[in-house]
């Protein structure tokens, strides 16, 4: 078969090889995947010509916003496309930078450890893109951060780099991306307040309303400003589910709940609702008949015929098709994958440090006996089950730590608490990875040990970009004997992955009970 195109970013990617005929497994067509590639050889090309003093702040926000719109489930739209690449085009030969577009072409054709070193930079930096972006609209940003886009833009493009100077690019890219989380991190809870925890009805109440998923809280916020006093109820979907916990948004007592669980069920579960949904940031299946005059997008998700909610934040088209659909005639009840009717939220940073005397005497005491960190991204391969049986099966004086999509798949279990907190503690988007790390650096503190000390297990699951930074993170931290699954990244050879399980310990998934027994034993 002829190669219409080459993607091998997402966990899901063809045979765990790469998606190479007329789509990927994404739904993203050959000419789509074709112009996102010119997309990045445009970004490519700036940061190989540019110096600083030709850096523009606009110049910058329209880098961060080109490699987010590349990341998987974010942009289907062509003409999106091409117009941003032109966007930043202009923009560039504004500020004076004279540059050659990079052929990407020659990245996937090279060889296989360069390719594997310089796609984890450029993934890397796809995922932390988004979480500048998310920084950035609440007014938040970091100038040595922003400038290392274009470090690593000119590192993908460096024919002469070998192993030597890339990997240190690649460590690099976790060390700037923790500094990307904690800015998100600074602007989210001075916006919005500290998260404090909640349970979440999975119930959607009789009358109108609108469902909103993705991770950008500003969204949120502007629609339950736009639809108070309405009778439009407010649900949120996906990664979305965290903003419950935040004290500016939980005020609005028209945010209702929890609609539907992780993003790879939305073409069944949207399929007949009587509601809009919104799509702020990626996650976005390319929408069925059946439900797609229902699907609106904003920021930088866009797909062919949607209507797409501008920069000035109008919802009034989304609102208008809430009331003409007016919603379930009678309470519906909702449940999760494990049959759950309510979900817990909001346990990050704050508020586990909050009890943190607590959590440190029980340790002391024999209480707790092991932390396990349960995160990532949740997806559709099959073996995904693997994460809902090994929570099940983890021992009942464990406490389980969870973010990302990942734990739809067991948010709704009921595993009991110790000295009162639950042994299941959502601490957020995946971007609130940065909440995890900040509570385990305290218990390290406590202990006066390292992280890699501590009774604390890692288990990832990874679909995307943004789990792809977030693990970059945790090994330049230090961090070790991280499982990661349900399959390794196509994008890493063998060579490279040797390299990281001799550093890092590393290591794949197996099934629930042989790692139970391999990390307790």
């Known amino acids: ?108 054709d090279c060889n296989e450890d360069i390719r594997s070193l310089k ?15 998310h920084a950035m609209v609440l007014g938040y940003r970091d100038n040595d951060m922003e400038i290392f886009f274009y470090k690593a833009l000119s590192a993908i493009g460096n024919e002469t780099y070998g192993l030597n100077e890339l990997l240190p690019v690649v460590l690099e890219v976790g060390e700037k991306n923790l500094t990307c989380m904690a800015l998100l991190d600074k602007a989210n809870t001075e916006s919005f307040g500290h998260p404090v925890p909640v349970q979440v009805p999975l119930m ?15 969204d949120l916020k502007q629609l339950l400003i736009q639809t108070e006093k309405k009778g439009i109820n407010i649900y949120t979907h996906g990664e979305m589910l965290p903003a419950h916990g935040y004290p500016e948004l939980k005020k609005y007592s028209h945010l209702k709940g929890n609609f539907g669980t992780a993003w790879q069920n939305q073409q069944k579960e949207f399929a007949d609702i009587p509601a809009p949904v919104i799509f702020t940031t990626n996650c976005l299946m390319p929408p069925r008949a059946s ?38 005639k009678e309470d519906t009840q909702f449940t999760g994958i494990n049959g759950g009717k309510s979900t817990m939220t909001g346990f990050a940073r704050n508020t586990v440090l909050s009890v943190a005397d607590k959590v440190i005497e029980g340790v002391k005491s024999g209480a707790i006996k092991h932390f396990f960190l349960v995160a990532g991204c949740d997806g559709a391969k099959p073996g995904r089950n693997y994460y809902t049986e090994f929570v099940k099966q983890t021992p009942a004086d464990s406490i389980v730590l969870t ?119």
């Open 1 to 108: 078969m002829e190669k219409k195109m080459f993607c091998f970013q997402c966990e899901q990617t063809a045979l765990c090889k790469g998606c190479t005929g007329m789509a990927g497994v994404c739904g993203k067509k050959a000419d789509t995947a074709q112009l996102q590639d010119k997309l990045t050889g445009v970004m490519v090309g700036i940061g190989s010509a540019i110096d600083a003093s030709k850096v523009t702040k606009e110049l910058s926000k329209l880098i961060i916003s080109g490699l987010f719109t590349t990341i998987t489930n974010v942009n289907f739209n062509n003409d999106n496309i091409g117009a941003l690449a032109d966007k930043i085009k202009g923009e560039a030969f504004k500020a004076g930078i004279s540059f050659t577009e990079y052929d990407m072409n020659k990245v996937w």
């Open 119 to 133: 796609s984890l930079i450029l993934f890397g930096i796809r995922g932390m893109a988004a979480y500048a972006y």
């Open 204 to 218: 959607v109440e009789k009358g109108p309303f609108i469902v909103i998923s993705g991770h950008d809280l500003y």
């Open 291 to 328: 439900y797609a005059d229902r699907v609106f997008t904003t920021e930088m998700v866009s797909y062919p015929e949607l209507v797409h909610i501008g920069e000035d934040k109008d919802f009034t088209p989304v609102i208008n098709k809430a009331l003409e659909l007016g919603g379930y």
């Open 403 to 521: 973010l990302a999509c990942g734990k739809f798949r067991f948010n709704d279990l009921d595993l009991g608490t110790i000295g009162g907190l639950p042994r299941i503690l959502d601490m957020g988007q995946c971007n609130d990875a940065y909440s995890a790390i900040q509570v385990a650096v305290a218990l390290s503190k406590a202990f006066n040990c390292g992280v890699n000390d501590l009774p604390l297990s890692i288990v990832l699951s990874w679909y995307e970009q943004k789990a792809v930074c977030v693990l970059l993170t945790l090994l330049h931290l230090g961090i070790k004997n991280i499982l990661l699954g349900p399959s390794l990244p196509a994008f890493v050879s063998p060579n490279v992955l040797k390299v990281l399980v001799d550093t890092f310990n590393i290591g794949p998934t197996t099934t629930p009970e042989e790692d139970l027994k391999k990390i307790l034993g």
